[in-house]
């Protein structure tokens, strides 16, 4: 079974600054998707940025980066500039590629911005 | 279609009686999927459909649990002789199936069981 560890329960960082989000998982598959989805105090969840594993360019979504390392099995968000509206929940998910399996969640980081 | 819409949004239930949600996906979505999350954890897959199709369960969900999609549009989660431990947020989500696992989430029908 795959898991997705999110290490950092916690993480805060000044507004304007860039901030790291770290991911681990764990598969036996070579095809798979990863995201990074964001859950906003209202608990609606949005698609922060996905990854299809086959591809190696890292992903980007305007100040949203992954820095995804297949071989590690990391898959990491960076959001530079932060901002007030980026705080939230975070959380990294797995889905694997053959099937149609749905999504394995990490527990999740709560990021705090500070003004 | 502005999103996938749950309905209700906050459910209050004794222990023992049966509840029933529903969700509607955005229409062109094939793929449903129902999600459980309790506080300070992420979801946890339940179960999932394509188009009428119930294709997977998680052991997550009991005997208890029984979830449908007549028609291949809207889907219906029913839990039977709720407990406390029921309590939680459950979640919708809809997707493509050549949209790369691309899947958007409802806002939830928070349960509490007294």
């Known amino acids: 079974a795959q898991t997705v560890t999110q290490s950092q329960p916690e993480m805060s960082v000044q507004e304007a600054e860039t901030v790291t989000l770290s991911c681990t998982y764990d598969?036996?598959?070579?095809?798979?998707?990863l995201f990074w989805y964001k859950q906003p105090p209202s608990r609606q969840m949005i698609l922060v940025i996905r990854?299809?594993?086959?591809?190696?360019q890292n992903a980007t979504e305007n100040r949203f980066s992954v820095n995804f390392q297949k071989a590690a099995k990391s898959f990491s968000l960076k959001i530079s500039d932060s901002q007030l509206g980026d705080a939230a929940m975070y959380f990294c998910?797995?889905?694997?590629?053959?099937?149609?399996?749905?999504?394995?969640f990490g527990k999740g980081t709560h990021l705090i911005i500070q003004p | 279609d502005t999103g996938v819409s749950q309905d209700p949004r906050h459910k209050i239930t004794k222990r023992g009686q049966n509840v029933t949600f529903r969700c509607d996906p955005i229409?062109?979505?094939?793929?449903l999927y129902w999600y459980r999350q309790t506080l300070g954890q992420g979801p946890e897959f339940l179960t999932y459909?394509?188009?009428?199709?119930?294709?997977?369960k998680s052991r997550l969900l009991s005997d208890r649990f029984s979830a449908e999609r007549p028609k291949g549009s809207f889907s219906t989660l029913e839990i039977q002789r709720t407990e406390q431990g029921d309590s939680a947020m459950y979640l919708c989500?809809?997707?493509?199936?050549?949209?790369?696992?691309?899947?958007?989430f409802g806002q939830g029908t928070r349960l509490t069981v007294v």
């Open positions: 598969t036996s598959e070579s095809d798979y998707y």
């Open positions: 990854q299809e594993a086959y591809k190696q």
């Open positions: 998910a797995y889905s694997g590629g053959g099937g149609a399996d749905g999504l394995t």
């Open positions: 989500a809809s997707s493509l199936d050549w949209g790369g696992r691309l899947a958007f």
């Open positions: 459909f394509q188009n009428e199709a119930q294709l997977e």
């Open positions: 229409s062109e979505h094939n793929r």
